[in-house]
């Protein structure tokens, strides 16, 4: 529901009645608003790592197999979900402006992504799959950055075209050479 309707337009009456929750359950887990959608990032949060843990944990792929891996597992998820992106992003985008909480939080998830992504660019590096002087640290926030504008775009298109190219441009372009 955070994705469909946003951060702002979602009620916690609407939230309730879809759920089925009462209200008094709501207010014993979570302190508010604010309480319940970050509790959301932190599960989505859960979510990512256990993709990433299952992508890049994956010994019997080269590296840079094993971390395209994640990305396209991440857009067969979105498919399903009807191409509504990034949880992170779509909060990241309507809330890092008034909630510094928010921004900060949001900005913390992505580079603990970038980070692990970061790890195994490295074996990639250290194998002589990318160039011995490459910045995985930096290659990774650039993936992630891409990824992200890609996933608002493939929400605005409502397909995955953005995604593929993102993903082929990166790999074939920035990483490869």
């Not at 080269?62 to 857009?75: A, K, S």
Request: glycine share 10%; net charge negative; with cysteine.
């Amino acid at each position: 529901m955070l994705l469909i309707h946003g951060y702002n337009d979602l009620g916690i009456q609407a939230l309730l009645e879809a759920t089925g929750i009462p209200k008094g359950s709501f207010y014993h887990h979570f302190k508010d608003k604010d309480d319940f959608a970050l509790q959301s990032i932190d599960q989505y949060m859960w979510n990512v790592h256990a993709g990433l843990d299952m992508c890049l944990g994956d010994r019997s792929r080269p590296p840079l197999e094993r971390v395209r891996l994640f990305f396209e597992m991440t857009e067969k998820h979105y498919r399903t979900e009807g191409y509504m992106g990034c949880l992170l992003g779509g909060l990241g985008q309507e809330l890092s402006g008034v909630s510094e909480v928010f921004r900060l939080k949001i900005e913390w998830c992505f580079s603990a992504i970038a980070e692990r992504i970061a790890v195994c660019l490295e074996e990639a590096r250290q194998s002589g799959n990318i160039p011995g002087d490459s910045d995985v640290r930096c290659l990774a926030g650039l993936l992630v950055d891409c990824w992200e504008g890609a996933a608002l775009r493939s929400r605005l298109r409502g397909n995955a075209t953005s995604l593929i190219a993102m993903l082929d441009f990166y790999f074939q372009s920035v990483v490869s050479h």
